[in-house]
């Protein structure tokens, strides 16, 4: 892949993680500059068990575990939920990402998902970086009614054993199904049986620029 610059767009922490986390592994491993931005850390939804910064923390060393240097992940404050009423903000934000980082790929949530909050990410990324890069949809099975499976990023079983390794720094979020084990390897075997490999991650291609 031509890209050499990745910016990935995490609605929340942990979404970039889950879906992309192996690819991501895979584009360190080949040279390219990936940086990570989550826009909330959900602290209204952290467990009373927990501290509420934890999801920080968790994010910090789960992207750490996949090879992503702590100065290129970026944790802004916006408030879970309430991402469409913070619009505007959101996209300035990311015109500034745009302007200090230069990406040539963007990969956001795809226009399939259902999350008003993911729906937001995906909206002002064509907004910001629709002329500037080449933008791939995440896929969050449990968000959508439909997906396009367009772009696969085959896997070995180190990057998907990486993958799995960071995801288990969020262990306040160890009792949700899509952190389980049996269910990530079993997501990347299906995705790896589409194209005739044992693992991967599929895109949405929103936009491609070469």
């Known amino acids: 892949m031509i890209h050499k610059r990745v910016l990935i767009l995490s609605p929340h922490t942990d979404d970039g993680e889950i879906s992309a986390g192996g690819a991501i592994v895979r584009f360190i491993e080949e040279g390219k500059d990936v940086f990570y931005v989550a826009f909330s850390s959900c602290e209204k939804s952290v467990e009373k068990n927990f501290p509420g910064d934890i999801l920080k923390k968790e994010c910090k060393l789960a992207t750490g575990v996949l090879g992503i240097d702590n100065s290129d992940n970026i944790l802004l404050d916006y408030e879970v939920r309430e991402f469409p009423h913070l619009r505007q903000e959101i996209l300035e934000d990311m015109i500034k990402l745009k302007k200090d980082i230069c990406p040539d790929l963007v990969i956001t949530p795809s226009s399939f998902d259902t999350h008003q909050d993911h729906q937001v990410i995906y ?88």
Request: charged fraction near 30%; proline fraction near 1%.
């Open 123 to 210: 909206n002002e990324t064509l907004r910001a970086f629709k002329k500037s890069a080449s933008i791939f949809g995440m896929e969050h099975p449990w968000n959508n009614l439909n997906f396009r499976t367009d772009i696969f990023i085959e896997l070995n079983e180190a990057q998907v054993m990486k993958k799995i390794d960071a995801l288990k720094q969020y262990t306040s979020q160890n009792k949700k199904d899509y952190f389980d084990e049996k269910y990530l390897r079993a997501h990347l075997f299906t995705r790896g049986m589409n194209i005739g490999v044992k693992y991967a991650e599929v895109f949405e291609c929103i936009r491609l620029k070469l």
